[in-house]
């Protein structure tokens, strides 16, 4: 909410609430006024794959660009399941096992053209017995001219439905990277990964103002801001 006296300065509100009131107003001197309303639009969360840099559902049935590595059993890997996909027909998923650490790593991911970048994805991971754990899934990023991989989420809730996470990953921005899922399983346990994606979130928009007609100093004023 904006207050601008005919001649004199402008005045700024922030407003969270549905509706407003003008404490200031007795406090302003006499003259004539007018008050305008703008508002910012933030980006809604289905609108936010608008410009997807990158993406991977697993659609083709296979791994196909990436790398599935298990130090202790070349047998024991994430697969590609086809039974429990949020979309589509394919998922990742790896199952029960005993302290394993299954890495699945992805192709280069380019952003050095990109303004912001979100990684998105959706996970299940659950447990078939109260007397075990959900596995623990590490989300680690790493970037072309960097040595090691730095963590940025850790899965290690249990959720029997697909749950979106949202990881911030602006400090990659202007640089080439990978992304990598790395599972310590647990016995009786289960993970599915599907819909991976960056992508580049629209920042909020200021609209513009809209102004009141005049107002003459008289009374304390109230708004709406419902609508």
């Known amino acids: 909410v904006a207050t601008e006296n005919v001649v004199g300065p402008l005045n700024t509100t922030t407003v969270t609430g549905e509706t407003y009131t003008d404490k200031d107003w007795a406090t302003l001197e006499n003259g004539t006024y007018k008050y305008g309303v703008s508002a910012f639009i933030e980006p809604q969360a289905q609108t936010r794959n608008s410009n997807v840099k ?3 559902g697993f659609e ?9 590595t298990n130090p ?4 024991y890997l994430w697969s590609v399941n086809s039974q429990t996909p949020r ?3 394919y998922c990742a998923y790896l199952y029960n096992g005993y ?10 991911i380019d952003l050095r ?6 990684l998105n994805f959706y996970y299940q991971n659950y447990r078939y017995s109260s007397t075990y754990y959900p596995s623990t899934i590490n989300v680690k990023v790493k970037a072309t001219d960097e040595s090691g991989w730095s963590t940025v989420y850790t899965i290690s809730d249990e959720t029997k439905e697909y749950k979106l996470c949202e990881v911030n990953l602006d400090r990659y921005i202007g640089k080439i990277i990978q992304i990598s899922f790395e599972g310590v399983t647990k016995p009786y346990a289960s993970t599915f990964i599907d819909d991976i994606a960056i992508v580049e979130v629209s ?6 103002i809209s102004w009141s007609n005049e107002v003459v100093k008289r009374t304390a004023l109230t708004f709406n801001n419902a609508a």
Request: charged content about 10%; cysteine-free.
């Open 54 to 56: 990158w993406e991977a």
């Open 60 to 68: 083709e049935g296979n791994f196909n660009g990436w790398t599935n």
């Open 72 to 75: 202790s059993s070349q047998w």
């Open 203 to 208: 920042n909020a928009v200021e609209s513009t």
């Open 87 to 89: 979309t589509g027909n």
């Open 113 to 118: 053209t990109a303004k912001n970048s979100t």
């Open 99 to 108: 302290g394993h650490t299954v890495t699945l790593t992805s192709p280069s």
